[in-house]
C-alpha cells in the first residue's frame, strides 16, 4: 500500500495519493509518518487548514515526528512572513493605521513556529534548513543570543 502511496504522490495524483493514505491510517492509526504524509499531500494540494490538522495529529501520535514538527513550525513561521510582507507594503498612512498590528501578530506566529523547530532539531540535530529557519526566527522573537547560537551552528 506504501509503494502505491509514493507512486501516485510522485505521479502528482494528489486525490488517488489522499484515499490510500485514508486507507492506510485506518490499518494503522498509530503512525504518525501517515499523517505527516497527508499533511504533505494536503499542502500541495493548497489546503492548509486540512494539511495542518493532519500535522497535528501526526504530532499527537509521535510528538519527536521530525516532518510534522518542521512543517507546522513551516506554517507558523510562513504565516507570521506573509504578515510582515503585508505590512512592509503598506503606504504610510496604511502601516501608521493597521501596519503594528500585522507585525505583532506576524510575531506571535514566529512565536509559535519556534517550539515545532526546537522539536524538529532535537528529532534531527544537524538539519539545516531547521537550523536557519530557528536562527531567523529566533532573531524576529528578539531572543538575539539563540539566534547566534543558531547561527553558529550552521557554520
Known sequence: MLEELNMYISAGRGKEALDKIDRAIAADPTNSNLYAVKGSILDQDKQPAKALEAYKKAVEVDPNNFDANFNLGVYNYNKAADLYTKASKMSLAEY?????????????FFQESIPYFEKALQAQ??????IASLQKAYLRVGRAADSERMSAKMK
Open 96 to 108: 501608521n493605521k493597521s501596519g503594528k498590528k500585522y507585525e505583532a501578530d506576524g510575531k506571535k
Open 125 to 130: 540535530p544537524d538539519d539545516r534548513a531547521t
